[in-house]
């Protein structure tokens, strides 16, 4: 058995991340927003694949209905951190920072996210013309048969600041995410209740909308008081149906030059999540899950009536990237899952490649029970055991 290091938790978020930079201050900085004033840069960079964050926190007027837009957890965890994924590829980390969106108003985002409406929709509904500016098309049939779906779920903005030699900050750069609809969900009327009925959306059909709808929110952007010359990605994102477990995926990009309204060419995004175990795995990614099944065995070889491990596996092209597995267990004591926890990280390092992140929860009905971190190329794992 390999030597673990148990550490406080802390410790190991901050250790699974790549090395921290800690040799800058918090620097005060000068905003050139409309309410000038005093801002904070922190003085630790916990990894190079994320952005400084300006202080004080501003949240988005529309921090709320992401929540309300996007159909689960892992979808919205992933529109999030994908969305400053895509960002790294136009805005660097070491010169840009991070602020949740403050320019696109959550009024303007709520009224964008409607669907068109005929003359006849717009007076049935006491709709003003100049407020018919939804994204999503027109409704010709009926709510129990719609003649098209809703296809935009959600905008997202991402802002990213700049510093200059004096020490002033202001917006350098914007991103967009739009999320889209793989499957439609609307209720219909069914006696004195309503049902849920779904429709899913092709794949091919809902891309080519999400680029149409890319270009108009990009020409409604350039109107836009402080967004009027200043460079946008603007990204565009399946999430999955309301029962998946695992998140929908970024699949294409493109940039609009500072002061430009024109989109560059689309960059395709190859990223996917995968479950495993699942017939998509199997056929995909075989000797991927053939080690995750293997390590499966040999977690159910400890505990024989048992067998719910699960994992989620995140690729980049078609290379495993991380794989996070999650093992709901029942112990009767302490030592107990100490010494499972030891098992199972020994287990680790035996089955999956070095070039992989490994995380591993391990749950119990009391809570969480410990926590395992292998990350890429690491010679041992960290490992946290909850007290």
């Keep these: 058995m390999r030597k673990l290091s148990v550490l406080a938790l802390s410790l190991v978020f901050l250790l699974s991340a790549c090395a921290p ?20 840069i922190p003085k630790y960079n916990i990894s190079d694949s994320y952005y400084r964050t300006i202080l004080p926190f501003e ?30 590829n136009s805005f660097d ?7 949740e969106g403050q320019e696109i108003k959550a009024k303007t985002i709520k009224a964008w996210l409607n669907r068109q409406y005929t003359p006849e929709q717009l007076k049935a509904n006491n709709i003003k013309p100049e407020d018919n500016i ?5 409704n010709t049939g009926t709510a129990e048969e719609p003649s098209s779906p809703i296809y935009l779920a959600h905008i997202l903005e991402h802002d990213y600041l700049t510093k200059d030699d004096k020490g002033n900050v202001s917006l350098g750069g914007v991103t967009i995410g739009l999320a889209l609809n793989s499957t439609y969900y609307y209720k219909v009327q069914q006696g004195e209740g309503t049902i849920q009925k779904e429709e899913k959306i092709d794949a091919a059909e809902m891309e080519r909308e999400g680029k149409k709808m890319a270009e108009e929110v990009i020409k409604r952007m350039r109107s836009i008081e402080n967004l009027e010359n200043i460079p946008i990605t603007i990204a565009l994102f399946a999430q999955e149906s309301k029962s998946s477990v695992v998140p929908g995926n970024f ?3 493109a940039t609009v030059d500072k002061g430009s309204s024109k989109l560059n060419d689309w960059e395709k995004v190859n990223e996917k999540y995968y479950l495993f175990p699942s017939s998509d795995a199997e056929k995909d990614h075989r000797d991927d ?9 040999d977690v159910e070889e400890y505990f024989p009536n048992f067998n719910g491990v699960i994992g989620r596996a995140f690729y980049g092209g078609d290379q495993l990237q991380e794989l996070n597995i999650t093992i709901p267990i029942q112990f009767y004591g302490k030592t107990e899952g100490v010494g499972f926890t030891q098992y199972v990280a020994g287990l680790v390092m035996e089955h999956f490649p ?15 029970e410990a926590l395992i971190v292998r990350k890429a190329d690491a010679d041992e794992p960290f490992v946290y055991i909850y007290q």
């Excluded at 930079?21 to 904070?40: L, M, P, R, S, Y």
């Excluded at 899950?289 to 065995?297: D, G, I, R, S, Y």
């Excluded at 070095?354 to 969480?368: K, R």
Aim: proline share 3%; charged share 25%; hydrophobic share 35%.
């Design 21 to 40: 930079n800690f040799g800058k201050q918090n620097e005060v900085v000068q905003t050139k927003e409309e309410d000038k004033g005093k801002a904070i």
């Design 59 to 88: 949240p988005s007027e529309t921090r709320g209905l992401v929540v309300n837009n996007i159909n689960t957890r892992y979808d919205l965890n992933e529109f999030e951190m994908g969305l400053m994924r895509i960002a790294q």
């Design 93 to 99: 980390t070491d010169k840009y920072y991070f602020r």
């Design 134 to 138: 939804g994204l999503n098309p027109v």
């Design 251 to 253: 699949i294409a990009y």
């Design 289 to 297: 899950e053939t080690a995750f099944l293997n390590f499966k065995q």
């Design 354 to 368: 070095a070039y992989i992140s490994v995380s591993i929860s391990v749950t119990s009905v009391d809570g969480p």
